[in-house]
């Protein structure tokens, strides 16, 4: 996901995941993962500010050291 700097800090981000997240709980699925790079600090900080929590990297990230990983569980009875 990416967010041009004039659309930056007015929620667009946010909701975006919140769309992604309901979307995959309609789907049925229990948890979300995602990935971006160690210099991204404001998707980090967006992505630890909803509830995801760091995981270690998985898959094609398992050894990229600019990669950091995320998961969160999603709630099915919300959907």
């Known amino acids: 996901m990416f967010t041009s700097a004039s659309a930056r800090r007015q ?3 946010r909701a975006i995941l919140s769309a992604v997240e309901q979307h995959a709980a ?3 699925f229990s948890e ?5 790079g ?7 900080a967006l992505y630890e500010a909803v ?5 270690e990297p998985y898959g094609a990230y398992r050894d990229d050291p600019t990669s950091v990983c ?4 999603i709630s099915t009875s919300a959907a």
């Open 70 to 73: 995320f998961a969160k569980p």
């Open 11 to 13: 929620g667009a981000g």
């Open 32 to 36: 979300l993962r995602l990935e971006t």
């Open 26 to 28: 309609r789907q049925g």
């Open 51 to 55: 509830g995801y929590r760091r995981i």
């Open 38 to 44: 160690h210099r991204q600090g404001p998707a980090i």
